[in-house]
């Protein structure tokens, strides 16, 4: 194995290790260095081999050591956190089912509770809960509503806070026909209230067709399945709109579409996603998450699709044996992803990657090489997975799966690729993350009371070194000014490459992500930056053009509009 002076952990990294990562002592002592955690983290993944006799466990070891170490794959937070330790939950993502009942909803924030503390985030759909007035027939009462309980579900995450070492994430989805869509929708408009929430519509077909032309729409009691009133769907699709503009939330989900790409109908049909969505689950299973470190995929200024290639079947086999190793948090949980093993591997450092390519972020050519590289990340994720599939049994549920209808002999994994924002992993792998654009060519960051310290991209610092106009005087000015685009010494061809997320155009942001999901089994994560001045037309405009190019769901982001991110928390070292 290599040495301890061969891993090259950046000075970020190492922070965000150390507060989070490393396992401590009771005294609160860190007590693991860099090295050892990768080194307890494939020993514990590779131990999944010896419940099989086809592969050499020490091989396999050293192999998924040699892929971590050298940052060019990470699986999501909780395998770093927790394998090889007494909690050992190692999946990021979970849905869980919440019934129309005091038992139900309680039992569900008594799973949720059980799930933060071992790291993980949930999302849940709302709408089979009566809404707010509705009758309750032991006590003769009203109904509270989705909304109000989803109070105490953020109330509850605010105080686990995921076993201390990263902020609860929830994702709270109401079906748009439910009668208390409106006060969902506007449920995050005002500041501090369901601050630990993404909260998302589920539109379908229809609602989308009728929202175009003005139409009306029923609405349902889900505890009777009974018409209650029709709401003009443009008006509340513009509810949406406007609410998102103001303040990021609720984002969209197009459930037809996730159950038109779902590869197991015969499993039952989706009703909601993790906290950012990418990750779209039936109820009680979990996903583990996994990302290949494009910038490590580069060789000679071309993308090495040997290496990315072998990569792709080490992670594989990883996610893969991450599930046998898993200790789930609840026995519902076990049963239900046992059936159908999903893996949800994905990309970082895209961006970045596109630098070193030398390819405008916004361009065809950007494009292209994104539907290029994603196909062939799920094609042999695929290949690896069908093979496991022979070796070691397919899911439970292949039989009737899209795997089977399509002549497919064996399958692993329900689904193997999803993109993830990959919010802290991307911090250890000192790249950009996911799919986005650089946040920042140079910026100033507090570090501690008072003092600053100037953080310049790395890409960047080399190339303003090698084209002669680097000094540290420029840099502090690009940080101040937050862009090169104004800047003379800085030639265009080079201010093209570098741009920004919020240089980018929004329209730009949707295409990528559509490029993406198309090659994709699970979701994208992304975020689509809008400026300050954007108008909520052009939030409408963008809402209908992701639904148009197939996106599974849209998240917007206007720039000093109020929004709290979940997973941009990691980003606070
Ligand atoms: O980079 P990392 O593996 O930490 O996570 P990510 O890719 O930013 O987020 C992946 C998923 O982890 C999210 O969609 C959530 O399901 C979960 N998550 C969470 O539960 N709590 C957080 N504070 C951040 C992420």
Redesign the pocket.
Known sequence: MKSKNDLKISFNALKVLQKRYLLKDEDGNIIETPEKMFKRVSKAVAGADNLYNDTDAYKTEKKFYRAMSGLEF???????MNAGTPINQLS???VIYIEDSINGIFNALKHMAL??KS?????FSFSKIRPKGDVVKSTKGVASGPTSFMKIFDVATEVIK?GGR??????GILDIRHPDIIEFITSKEHEGVLTNFNISTAVDDEFMNAAVNNEEYDLINPRNVKHVKKLNAGKVFDTIVNTAWKCGDPGIIFIDEINRKNTIPNAGIIEAS??????PLLNYESCN?G?INLTKMVKSGKIDFNKLKSVVETAVHFLDNVIDINNFPISKVETETLKNRKIGL?I?GFAEMLIMLEIPYDSQDALDTAEKIMKFVTYHARKVSAELGRLRGSFPNFKGSIYDKNGFQAMRNATVTTI?????????ADTT??IEPLFAVSFIRDVMEGEKLLEVNKLFESTAKKEGFYSKELMTEIAKKGSIQNIDEISGSIKRIFQTAHEISPKWHVKMQAAFQKHVDNAV?KTVNLPNNASPEDVKEIMLMAYKLKCKGITVYRYGSKKQV??L??YQG
């Open positions: 990470l699986p999501n937070s909780p395998t770093l990021a993502c979970f799930i933060h790291g993980g985030g949930v999302g995921q990263r902020r609860g994430a929830n994702m993790n906290p950012c969505a990418e990750q998450l990302s994905g970082m993830a924002p990959t919010g802290t992993i991307s911090i250890i993350s996911g994560s979940l997973y928390n990691s």
